[in-house]
């Protein structure tokens, strides 16, 4: 175990009942005692980024605190996924569809390059449906190596991210 700090986790899903496989994801997530959860954004409604045609997403972001080392908090976040039916298969399309996907953005201050975790995420400062719902949480985040979040989401802007307040997500359902 490391030192606690802060986890910052972003769910998604385009697939099935997809605020519920957003919230099986919190719950999951939620019942580990070594991965505290404090918070968890508004829901967002986003179009797909890359990879083939497919529905919209819901998106949302988790902060957490645990000192569990980055990658065993990666296999909580696969296993979270494997719950809800992620197909991760080599015939699964890359950045297509998922039931849900819950991926590691940032680990303190953390740096890793190792191939099965690369931290911060290398993405994220160009996604609006990661850096919208971190600043929703946490109006005051930095992202590591990149700056605010608010100055980041500023640059990508908020085109084709909708707020849905009415599928909010619950801690400790």
Excluded: K
């Excluded at 719950?27 to 829901?43: F, H």
């Excluded at 908090?73 to 696969?78: D, G, N, S, T, V």
């Excluded at 500023?154 to 707020?163: K, Q």
């Amino acid at each position: 175990m490391t030192a606690p700090r802060q986890i910052v986790l972003a769910l998604g899903s385009n697939l099935g009942d997809r605020r519920a496989n957003l919230q099986a994801g919190v719950d999951s997530l939620t019942a580990r005692p070594d991965l505290d959860l404090p918070a968890v954004s508004a829901v967002y409604e986003t179009r797909p980024v890359g990879g083939p045609p497919q529905p919209d997403y819901l998106n949302a972001v988790l902060l957490a605190t645990s000192g569990l080392p980055a990658l065993q908090i990666l296999r909580l976040c696969q296993a979270a996924e494997q719950a809800v039916g992620r197909d991760r298969s080599p015939q699964a399309a890359r950045w297509g569809p998922r039931t849900l996907d819950v991926d590691v953005i940032a680990c303190g201050t953390e740096t890793s390059d190792s191939p099965d975790l690369t931290l911060p995420h290398p993405r994220a400062h160009q996604r609006a449906f990661v850096l919208a719902p971190w600043h929703d949480v946490d109006p005051a985040a930095t992202l590591p190596g990149h700056g605010p979040v608010a100055g980041l989401l500023d640059e990508v802007g908020l085109d084709g991210v909708t707020p849905r307040p009415e599928l909010a997500l619950r801690i400790g359902s």
